[in-house]
């Protein structure tokens, strides 16, 4: 009886916990679901075709593509980086309180968004794609380092151990024994990670963080409808190229 | 030739190798480099030093006075709401479009070894618009949808619902199709219906693992509607970007910190969900 009762308790939580939501929310749906903001949303989609094509602007897409795709791959390289140096103590190498330290340091740079990264760094670096591009290492490094240290924490210690005792120095050891033990893991996590940067990358923009989402915010708020098709167009098209190619490197990678 | 030099016991066996991924590396990151304006000096320019300054200075001590903790406090349950009924609206779409797209349930394919070719072209094409609708990022229907019918939350709702149900349908399926399928066909082969089949077949199978993706969702979607916050979808990302023109510093700290609480704590609840329903 009290087994059959549970379920049934916890979805009448979940129901009213839903309920006090969509009360508290000042949302007028009615008004969103009217004919009126539907006439509005039509008449905005309609305008996005046929998108804006002239040569000028497609230029300036494809530079804004190039330069997401820029902020993705030096954001990537760079938490790539920062990831092992922190994954190092985190993952316990130098005592214990150097691990707890670089843990909360990873896990603060990882709790918040890449977004949230980029409005800050706007303040400081100002306007344009560097931000963007510090803002995503710095978010990635706090998810690359905790994944790193996990790799290394379960390498397994017999090669090391080997060299140390034929004298090699831990510098040496480390390079020869379990950096190559890991860069697989390194390699694929990067990858992994690469293709969720190019997403974000795309939209850090919106915040003045550069590439084609600085492109989509300026023609959206001005309501150039068709502009913001193409940059939406661009947005997609290059998802999915960099989606591709990711997986063909991962696949050959793991074959 | 310096290499060369050295005795062959020092020598890096794996130097070639090294060498050609270095200057791999080079050669395609340079442009890279240079198209992000990458250059650290500007964040020791004397302009952006002052305005970074002046900005942390700003945020010690945290904004703690009672009339904005009770403003972050409702901005906070306008996100959980916002995330809530967002992921509630997403399985909604996405529930419909799995069973329809899901081979589990073909009844073609159970007597032919084949789909009839309309149920082929309908599965493929529902999977299409699951494509399409997780293809735009929720913080760019948010944007659109701001422009497109004005500010709040309901645009933020909407936003998570649309992304999240291209993506809860895609995984959707791939439970549906990966759980045992031998109930189900059992059924159809006893001349049940689709739905009996779904319900009686399928569902007891699946719920566990729906469910905790669900769940799952639920979390990013917390994380998401902050961010949407940015573009003036609701909630506590949008009194953050507000304090951040502002560069009011206590106060971006003070949600910062709340963001961080309110993240762990999801991270918690759904943890202790999916562990209830394993």
Known sequence: MMLALRPLIGAAAALAFLAACIASLSGDWAGFFSRESAARMLEFVRGFWPPAMEGAFLLKVGSASLETLAISLVGTLFAAVGGLALALPAAGRWGALPRTLSRLLLNCLRAIPELVWAALAVIAAGLGPFAGTLALAVHTTGVLGRLFAEALENVPPEPVESLRRNGAGAVAAFWYATFPQVLPQLTSYSLYRWEINIRAAAILGVVGAGGLGQMLHFHLSLFHVQETASVLAAMVVLVGLVDALSNRLRTRMTA | ?278
């Open chain 2, 1 to 278: 030739m310096h290499l060369s030099a050295k005795p062959h016991a020092l020598r890096d066996p794996a130097w070639h190798g090294r060498l050609t991924a270095a200057v791999i590396f080079v050669v395609l990151l340079g442009p890279a480099f240079y198209l992000t304006e990458f250059n650290p000096a500007t964040l020791w320019g004397e302009a952006s030093l002052r305005a970074t300054r002046r900005f942390m200075e700003t945020f010690v001590p945290p904004a703690h006075s009672l009339e904005f903790l009770a403003l972050v406090a409702q901005a906070t349950w306008k996100t959980v709401a916002i995330a809530t009924v967002g992921t509630t609206l997403a399985m909604l779409i996405a529930f419909p479009l799995a069973l329809a797209a899901t081979r589990t349930l073909s009844v073609s394919q159970l007597a032919t070894g084949r789909m009839a070719p309309v149920a082929a072209i309908i599965r493929t094409a529902v999977r299409w618009v699951l494509i399409g609708l997780r293809s735009v990022p929720e913080i760019v229907w948010a944007m659109l949808f701001v422009r497109a019918v004005g500010l709040g939350d309901t645009a933020g709702v909407v936003a998570i619902g649309i992304t999240y149900g291209g993506m809860l349908g895609k995984i959707y399926i791939e439970i549906l199709e990966s759980g045992d399928t031998r109930p189900a066909q059992a059924l159809l082969e006893n001349g049940a219906g689709r739905l009996q089949a779904f319900w009686y077949g399928v569902w007891p199978v699946s719920l566990p693992e729906l469910t905790s993706y669900t769940i799952y969702r639920w979390e990013c979607a917390i994380r998401a509607s902050v961010v949407m916050g940015f573009v003036g979808a609701g909630g506590l990302g949008q009194q953050m970007e507000l304090s951040m023109k502002m560069l009011a510093g206590g106060e971006v700290l003070t949600m910062l910190l709340v963001f961080v609480g309110l993240v762990w704590i999801a991270d918690q609840v759904s943890a202790m969900l999916r562990k209830a329903l394993a």
